[in-house]
């Protein structure tokens, strides 16, 4: 593969500093030329940098430096730019054909050669974590996770908070549920507002739920043991449909949960309480849904009884009534 000189910034790197622009615009001011001996010792590196871009050019038979119209400059460095980006681009249509040989290796590694068969059992941890990150970096696109067992180990959190970090950053979506009982956990409470601020939807669900991580709608990783000492990759179209169908319907029964509140101490509001507020705020129901990490089913439940406790007919009476009892306003 030929040597990369990709640069940071092509544009950062032609144009002068401020110092270099300064002592540019100072020698205009000397009309367009300045000789070496009136150029301090603090203006050496502006100097040589004004040098380097062709905006002054040296003058040897009087040791002075003589100004260059910026254009002429602009378009010179311009003209190089056009070239290494050419280049970068004939670089980069060449890419697969320079990784050829790893890409077929990597497709007809064991894993997932034409023999691969449906499900695959792991029972080493370490080679367990390996597989999900390879996983997570295959399938970019969505990532359904259901922890049961209440409080996550204190110790692999911040390679899961790393892992989800990556992930989010690369455009992908995740939606995590825990047991009821993590609210009560810290670290637990602080990665989950962390990865929630990142983008990640996390749910807690009071019902009994099985333990599965699901990449894309296309991979599934599930328990092959009681203990959680080994794990089953599963790749049927089928049995994965199947995990993703119910993953969806503990996800409709789930709980939204204020974890930001819960991590900076503060005692989490009734559910029925924030989507009130929510909704004298003005927001809708899809809106507040998204807000809390609640379905909008969900969410209607919380509204309807809560235009039965303030007698309202419709959303704007009720958004009305509930902002005249937040402000002590009399309501209509």
């Not at 002054?56 to 003209?79: E, K, N, T, Y």
């Not at 280049?87 to 050669?113: C, I, K, N, V, W």
């Not at 089913?297 to 419709?314: F, M, N, S």
Request: hydrophobic share 40%.
């Amino acid at each position: 593969m030929p040597e990369s000189h990709v640069p940071s910034d092509l544009l950062t790197s032609a144009l002068p500093d401020a110092a270099a622009r300064e002592l540019y615009l100072a020698v205009l001011r000397e009309g367009g030329r300045i000789r070496a001996a009136e150029i301090g010792p603090e203006n050496a590196a502006a100097l040589e940098r004004l040098v380097e871009l062709g905006l002054l050019v040296p003058q040897l038979l009087d040791a002075s430096f003589s100004s260059v119209d910026p254009r002429a400059v602009a378009h010179r460095i311009g003209a190089e730019i056009r070239t290494t980006g050419a280049r970068l681009l004939l670089e980069a249509e060449q890419l697969p054909d320079l990784l050829a040989d790893l890409t077929q290796a990597y497709d007809t590694s064991p894993r997932r050669g034409p023999n691969q068969v449906d499900v695959r059992y792991i029972a080493d941890m370490e080679q367990i974590r390996h597989e999900i990150e390879r996983l997570s970096q295959d399938y970019r696109t969505e990532g359904l996770t259901a922890q049961p067992g209440g409080a996550r180990p204190a110790s692999l959190l911040p390679d899961s908070l790393d892992r989800a970090r990556r992930y989010l950053q690369r455009g992908g979506s995740m939606r995590t549920i825990y047991e009821p009982a993590v609210r009560l956990d810290g670290p637990t409470v602080d990665y989950a507002a962390e990865v929630t601020r990142l983008g990640c939807a996390v749910r807690v669900l009071a019902l009994p739920f099985k333990r599965m991580l699901i990449f894309d709608r296309t991979v599934a990783v599930i328990p092959a043991a009681p203990d959680n000492s080994s794990a089953a990759f599963v790749e049927d179209p089928a049995t994965v449909a199947f995990l993703v169908d119910v993953f969806e319907q503990h996800w409709q029964q789930a709980e939204g949960v204020n974890w930001a509140a819960l991590a900076e101490g503060s005692v989490e509001s009734p559910v029925h309480e924030q989507v009130g507020r929510l909704l004298a705020q003005g927001l809708t129901q899809r809106a507040i849904a998204t807000r809390l990490g609640l379905s909008e089913r969900t969410v209607a439940g919380h509204i309807a009884r809560l235009r039965e406790l303030y007698d309202a007919e419709t959303l704007f009476q009720l958004g009305w009534q509930m902002r005249g009892a937040r402000t002590g306003e009399p309501r209509a």
